[in-house]
């Protein structure tokens, strides 16, 4: 079964570190996505790659990063400069400019500073 | 842990009743919608689409509805059943491939 597969699914961070999400497709996709969620406040995107070895800021990417060395992978670092980095992850991936523009989601990360 | 649907418009709807879930879009050119229905604790799941050329697209129990004249787009579910519960997106694109997502709304079914 094709899908987009994140991992882990529960995160604990200690003040001042880096972690790193993954984010896996097997749906060849061109184009990945990350979003933050919180509480009330819908979906918010972090980064997101249209093609590999490129990808772009999105409207939260403060204290995050990103690399898109292939096709099916797109993982997130949440570094130490991310003040607030509690939240529910989502990573998506779509087609590039096809007649089906929708998204394809993981099953999430929930990250906890502790 | 702490629920998606928090602080979200909330919609209470006795089980076996219909639900209608509704949307205000702002860009003027999109041209392609979908509705996500996400459960708690559990990534976002395609329900629903329709492009701007309909106004009305049936699925299994579920129409969405679009006017375009006033950037509107509404989720109908006929009978809702406890597995309906959840945290309902809106989503549009011009077809830059990027969506943007609406806030959520928070369905509740009664048993």
């Known amino acids: 079964d094709g899908g987009i597969t994140q991992s882990p699914k529960y995160l604990f961070r200690k003040e001042g570190q880096n972690v790193t999400l993954s984010c896996e497709q097997n749906l060849n996709h061109d184009a990945m996505y990350w979003y933050r969620q919180d509480p009330g406040q819908g979906l918010r995107l972090i980064y997101y790659s249209q093609i590999v070895n490129d990808f772009q800021k999105g409207d939260i990417a403060e204290g995050y990063s990103v690399s898109r060395e292939k096709k099916e992978s797109f993982p997130l670092t949440v570094t130490s400069a991310q003040k607030n980095p509690t939240a529910f992850y989502l990573c998506a991936s779509s087609r590039r400019r096809t007649e089906n523009y929708g998204y394809t989601f993981g099953s999430g990360t929930r990250l906890t500073v502790v | 842990g702490e629920s998606v649907g928090l602080h979200l418009p909330t919609l209470s709807v006795q089980e076996g009743d219909n639900s209608i879930i509704n949307c205000a879009y702002s860009n003027s050119a999109s041209d392609y919608f979908i509705w996500y229905k996400q459960e708690s604790g559990k990534g976002p799941q395609f329900i629903i689409d329709?492009?701007?050329?309909?106004d009305k697209r049936q699925g299994q129990r579920v129409t969405v509805l679009l006017n375009k004249t006033v950037k509107h787009l509404s989720l109908q579910i006929a009978a809702t059943q406890p597995g309906d519960s959840a945290v309902y997106f809106c989503?549009?694109?011009?077809?830059?491939?990027?969506?943007?997502f609406g806030k959520g709304n928070q369905v509740v079914v009664i048993p």
């Open positions: 989503a549009e694109t011009d077809g830059n491939n990027r969506l943007a």
């Open positions: 329709i492009r701007s050329n309909m």
